[in-house]
């Protein structure tokens, strides 16, 4: 690693701390290292940065184009960024079930880099999990019986009219807008473009069923698969603080944004970088 840049690892599956940087001031050489530890790690964490939504975008245009959410209104001046608002009263939590972001779309998110904006003094974690070490735990047989199947994803779940967002409510400042439901076909085994590592594609908020099967048949294997990735020993959480980044490979991992924090605020500054369709 170049200068002070530091990578630490957190859990035994995934995850990192890097010190030793300053993401307003990055060269060439450091986006290249910082790259390799999201490759390697699945999720990386800075700590006691300052970052503005200008400095943000550029900082996660470095890693590619970047995604503008369909249904969630970005900050005034600054198209490619949104604020994950949480107000004392709100029931709802966004991102409050394991999922990898934006799996019901044809080319899903690469990452996803937060900002802690301003969080609580307890509670509002976030919790990660290796797809791919998950995967590489299957037995051989299950894994010969998921090489080739196709899992059904929709936006409804989140952004339909009778979503859990909409009926307990998000922040008001979020300006989330319901959307016209679609779906979209994934495998549920999905090889990594950059690594090659194999992994499944699970998003537990976004499942419809398995291709060529009914929500019924396809209920309990999809449980089984989500029961068996969220095991403690494939997973890493991370204590927010102001200033803190957290940046994760939607290739590879889930995240569940655990909501226990009731009469507390919690505001996080999200880029999001555009993706490829999963093979």
């Known amino acids: 690693m170049v200068g002070n840049m530091h990578v630490s690892p957190v859990a035994g599956a995934l995850g990192a701390e890097i010190t030793g940087v300053d993401l307003n001031q990055v060269s060439e050489q450091v986006i290249k290292d910082i790259r390799s530890a999201l490759l390697q790690h699945g999720v990386i964490f800075f ?24 249904y969630v209104t970005p900050m005034d001046g600054h198209p490619d960024v949104f604020l994950i608002v949480k107000e004392p009263e709100d029931k709802h939590h966004f991102g409050n079930s394991w999922h990898t972001d934006l799996a019901y779309a044809e080319h899903p998110a690469m990452a996803t880099m937060l900002y802690g904006l301003e969080v609580p003094d307890a509670g509002g974690d976030t919790m990660f999990l290796s797809q791919a070490t998950a995967y590489e735990a299957l037995s051989d047989g299950m894994k010969s019986i998921l090489s080739d199947v196709g899992v059904i994803y929709t936006n409804a779940n989140s952004y339909g009219k009778g979503s859990q967002r909409f009926t307990d409510g998000v922040a008001k400042a979020m300006k989330v807008s319901q959307a016209a439901t679609n779906e979209v076909t994934h495998p549920i085994v999905r090889t990594h473009p950059e690594t090659g590592r194999k992994g499944l594609y699970l998003s537990d908020l976004h499942f419809v069923r398995f291709a060529d099967m009914t929500p019924k048949e396809s209920r309990p294997l999809f449980d089984y698969l989500v029961a068996h990735a969220t095991r403690p020993e494939f997973t890493c959480r991370f204590q927010w603080r102001n200033g803190s980044v957290a940046m994760w490979d939607n290739r590879c991992t889930m995240h569940y944004a655990i909501s226990d924090f009731p009469n507390a605020r919690r505001i996080m500054q999200r880029v999001t970088i555009e993706g490829d369709r999963p093979v």
């Open 47 to 70: 700590r006691d940065q300052d970052l503005t939504p200008e400095s943000q975008t550029a900082f996660a245009r470095r890693f590619g184009p970047l995604n503008r959410h369909p």
